[in-house]
């Protein structure tokens, strides 16, 4: 009987039936794909039958032990389903949405239809999608340029495509328009970030961007994290308490899990692809304090209008502003410093070995190499150097 909240009736294989207070029953299938746990719906009792349900487990089984996430397949076959109804290109766009946004992380998901919604639907959305052509996706792609976002024109161009290609493949479309105007799009700036590449400019910046008057206290350990691990500035934004072990011993470390890292949706999801930085003295001794002074049981730094968020994604770039490096350094500017003064340092010493040892630091993956390989290859030296950078640039 149904009660005042959710109530399950367990059956085998993780199989169960789901009854909500207002008495609605369906069956239900939890399971783990990518090492996270997700849950399948099988149909409502008692259209569908125990045994009918059990069935369903058995095929979604099997085609987890086949690598195919059982929920997305379902979302698939759904959108394939109503394939034959879809005309208009916003139709299409929203149907390869739902299949897309399982294998996206939430927020890029929500990103990419955004900035459908936003850039592309006004213009194209009601176009029956056989009918767009190529001069009518470069118009849309030219509105976007003209307020001058041209890395977004290329995005919004990129996600255009994937939709034709997606409409293709379900029979919908013949041509894929927006792969015609690529090369028609304005060039997105190539230049290099601004970044300083003289250990005395480096050190003296991240002295002034320490010494700016009313900076809050996790800007500024943040900053000095970042240029002593040369990580990239999302994964040091985001850094959690636990994340970090033995900071108070001889081998500190941070291990950064997967889904932070740049990699490919499938490593994301492969947990022996973390990433591991092996920390200097001065780096612990920041951590350390960042965690005293933290509010937050899950933030390193937490940003000034409350524990429950970290600093955002533009924090650090303003701070650098307001030191007075608008134009010569920014965040991501660290890893090109790091890179450039420690490869001349290692041409100066005759080490060639350092320089694949660097760019291993950098989290620069090589293909063909083994994940743990990667994770805990030239440790001993990757910690020497990580010291010897930290004695460059922070002085004890």
Sequence with gaps: MPGPRDRKLADSGS?????????????RWKYRFGGKEKQLTLGLYPAVSLTQARRKRDAARQALHDGIDPAAAKAAAKARASAPALDSFEGVARAWHVVKAPSLTPRYARQVLDRLEADVFPRLGKLAIRAVTAPEVLSAIRVIEARGAKEMAHRVRMHISDIFVWA??????ET?????IRKALVPTNGRLRPALVKIDEARAMLAASAAVPGTWWATRLASQLLALTAARPGVVRLAERHEFEGLDGDGPLWRIPAQKMKLTRERKRDASYEFVIPLSRQAAAIVMSAMADSQSPQWLFPGAAGWRKPISD?????????????????????????STIMNERAAVE???????IIDLMLAHVREGVEAAYNRAAYMPRRRELAQAWADMLMPD
Excluded: C, N, Q
């Design 168 to 173: 293709i493949a379900s029979g919908l479309a």
């Design 176 to 180: 894929d328009p927006a792969a015609m």
């Design 314 to 338: 533009s924090t650090l770039s303003k701070h650098y502003r307001d030191a007075g490096y608008a134009g010569r350094h920014v965040p991501h500017g660290w890893r090109a410093s790091f």
């Design 350 to 356: 005759d080490r060639d070995r350092d320089r694949e």
């Design 15 to 27: 199989l169960y039936l789901l009854i909500k207070p207002s008495g609605t029953k369906s069956w």
